[in-house]
């Protein structure tokens, strides 16, 4: 038996309602994954907050997917792989950038890739970034504001990743294109 409760809007806690029907009006229908963290109100409601604030800082939407899918690849989460490389796809970004995302290899940018390193550094060395690898970053052209970006994203989408995974959120059919598995 399970030990959590796939909800929807009539069995979520009440205090989780809201998100569900939030989730189904943007997307067309409800994700498994927002079902099953419905169970902790706080928590799914904490995450779409924080996940909405990350969504309005400097980075730019390609640059905010780099961050997001760093994390997802480092933390192994299956559904948020898939899930943002789909919106990658949205955005027209080229095959090659989004395989090397996904492969956890260096990218074809420049740019981007110093944000895929600095995103590493933050996560593995938990903020404590080296100096060296903090003036890489900004000789790429970030702003230290990027730099405290990153570590709004790192936080954000390690609040996802390891809610998916503890819930073993599954793949919705319509991400099965996108499917990941660490390697």
């Not at 390193?117 to 060395?125: N, Q």
């Not at 938990?126 to 052209?141: H, I, K, M, S, Y």
């Not at 503890?166 to 390697?183: C, E, I, N, T």
Request: aromatic residues 4%; hydrophobic residues 50%.
């Amino acid at each position: 038996m399970p030990i959590f409760t796939p909800h929807t809007a009539d069995t979520a806690p009440a205090a989780a309602r809201p998100a569900i029907e939030g989730a189904r009006r943007k997307l067309g229908h409800l994700p498994a994954a927002v079902g099953l963290l419905a169970e902790s109100p706080e928590l799914l409601n904490g995450f779409l907050t924080v996940s909405a604030i990350f969504e309005r800082c400097a980075l730019d939407p390609v640059e905010r997917e780099v961050v997001v899918l760093t994390v997802a690849t480092s933390n192994e989460c299956h559904l948020c792989v898939a899930m943002h490389t789909a919106t990658l796809t949205q955005h027209d970004v080229a095959p090659e950038l989004i395989a090397a995302l996904r492969a956890g290899v260096p990218l074809p940018d420049d740019r981007l890739e110093a944000l895929r390193r600095f995103t590493l550094a933050v996560l593995d060395r938990r903020g404590a970034v080296p100096e060296d690898e903090l003036t890489a970053f900004l000789a790429a052209g970030y702003l230290p504001r990027n730099a405290l970006d990153v570590v709004l994203g790192v936080g954000t989408y390690t609040i996802s990743t390891f809610a998916n995974r503890l819930v073993d959120a599954p793949l919705d059919p319509a991400l099965a294109a996108h499917a990941w598995a660490p390697s």
